[in-house]
Nanobody, 128 residues
Framework: QVRMAESGGGLVQAGESLRLSCAVS??????????MGWFRQPPGKEREFVGG?????????YADFVKGRFTISRDNDKSSIVYLQMNGLQPEDTAVYYC??????????????????WGQGTQVTVSS
């Protein structure tokens, strides 16, 4: 079973940056078998896809609204932490941000139902 724990959320002003972390763990986990996804849920709205990351290739894909402001990465091949770097934050980016894991065959998916394991979320609040 894959477990995720997000951290790094907080309150920032419009235009500032935050880096969220997702620590991934699990007994005998084979990271290359998973796609990691970042999602967010703004207050009163549905959960929406932010971006995805492949452990095996390091490739990424993003939702259109990211527009080059957000970047998913990890430090190196041995790291079990995936980051979501968010630049130029705006009030509309206010949401609970979640990381999630899904089987590697869901590459390209933006559907939350394709991701079977979820973290508890971290709150990001952007003031104007």
């Amino acid at each position: 079973q894959v477990r995720m724990a997000e951290s790094g959320g907080g309150l920032v002003q419009a235009g500032e940056s935050l880096r969220l972390s997702c620590a991934v763990s699990g007994r005998s986990i084979r990271y290359y078998e998973y796609i990691m996804g970042w999602f967010r849920q703004p207050p009163g709205k549905e959960r929406e896809f932010v971006g995805g990351f492949s452990w095996s290739s390091g490739s990424t894909y993003y939702a259109d609204f990211v527009k080059g402001r957000f970047t998913i990465s990890r430090d190196n091949d041995k790291s079990s932490i995936v980051y979501l770097q968010m630049n130029g934050l705006q009030p509309e980016d206010t949401a609970v941000y979640y990381c999630a894991a899904g089987d590697r065959f869901i590459w390209g998916s933006t559907e939350s139902s394709d991701f079977g394991s979820w973290g508890q979320g971290t709150q990001v609040t952007v003031s104007s």
